[in-house]
């Protein structure tokens, strides 16, 4: 009896599966509504149905629409010593950094951040950063992200810098802000755990999630917001910038410097600050 059971109810998923792309879509709009529609009647949930409705739009989308430009790189000069290109990487904490030559166009390879590892237990007196250079992937900003997905899975690159039509540098591109494009945010080294607000860096500024009240946000920094303008600090900041910023974009408010870690087409999701005077970094630990 219950076999039967099992088997009416499998078969029953099927037919409802079958019957919703009985008709078969003729333009991708009719197929975003027939995902929908199972979405709808419980056949895919929310995010398998984002994850889908992505994976099909990225083909629409070239380097050029989701690339960090190259004003908000944050890169390396090879004839830096460590003294010199260390804090840059410490602040920004990202794995991988483009190293360039004199020329600022010219682009020498990519550092790995675990790669200068070695330098905690022995300082090189002719340290030569060009010695630990892995090679650069190179892309135009015309080329298609589902093309490029399947490059960086090809060749197990993470990063690729992009070239305008002249070869200069237009700007960087992940292989996490192409998937982010399917599933969304990814997570990364710098998210705050799922029961906090706010983490402190030991450089003194802060990782805070976007969607921090803004009466614990002025509880921790001492600040003086509108709680009654703003339910969130990521409203404050997207109603300062007056437009939906990207990553890496900053601003500076009320004596602090707010830079976009992670958001979406939609909403930011985390932001690092940095305290502009002491008064401001005196607040959190009093």
């Given amino acids: 009896m ?29 197929l975003f509504e027939l995902l929908r529609e199972a979405n709808r009647n419980k056949l895919l949930d929310n995010d398998a149905l984002a994850i889908v409705e992505g994976a099909i739009q990225i083909a629409d989308l070239q380097v050029r629409d989701i690339m960090i430009p190259r004003s908000q790189m944050i890169s390396i000069k090879a004839c830096q010593s460590p003294e010199e290109f260390l804090p840059a990487i410490i602040d920004a904490a990202h794995s991988r950094y483009p190293v360039i030559g004199e020329n600022n166009d010219e682009v020498l ?7 200068l590892l070695p330098l905690i237990l022995k300082k090189e007196d002719n340290f030569d950063l060009r010695s ?4 650069c992937n190179f892309v ?14 090809a060749n197990h690159n993470h990063m690729a810098v992009v070239i305008d039509e002249y070869g200069g540098v237009a700007g960087l591109v992940t ?11 990814i997570e990364d080294e710098h998210d705050v755990e799922e029961d906090s607000y706010i983490r402190t860096l030991p450089t003194g500024d802060f990782i805070v999630k976007a969607l921090t009240p803004v009466d ?13 303008e703003f339910d969130t600090i990521g409203g404050v900041v997207m109603s300062a910038f ?13 004596r602090m410097r707010f830079r976009v870690l992670n958001s979406d087409s939609r909403r930011l999701h985390l932001l690092r600050i940095t ?6 970094k005196r607040a959190h630990s009093s």
């Fill in 140 to 153: 135009p900003e015309s080329k298609r992200l589902n093309v490029l997905l399947k490059e960086f899975r």
């Fill in 109 to 115: 390879g990519i550092l790995l951040a675990k790669d």
């Fill in 216 to 228: 614990d946000f002025n509880d921790f920094f001492n600040s003086g917001f509108s709680e009654d």
């Fill in 242 to 254: 007056g437009h939906l910023p990207k990553r890496n974009e900053t601003i500076e408010i009320d």
């Fill in 132 to 135: 630990l250079l892995r090679p």
């Fill in 175 to 185: 292989i996490e802000d192409v998937l982010e494009q399917i599933v969304g945010d």
């Fill in 2 to 30: 219950s076999e039967d059971n099992s088997s009416s109810g499998h078969k029953s998923w099927l037919d409802k599966l079958t019957h919703a792309f009985a008709q078969e879509p003729k333009t991708r709009q009719e």
């Fill in 275 to 280: 305290p502009l005077d002491k008064d401001t």
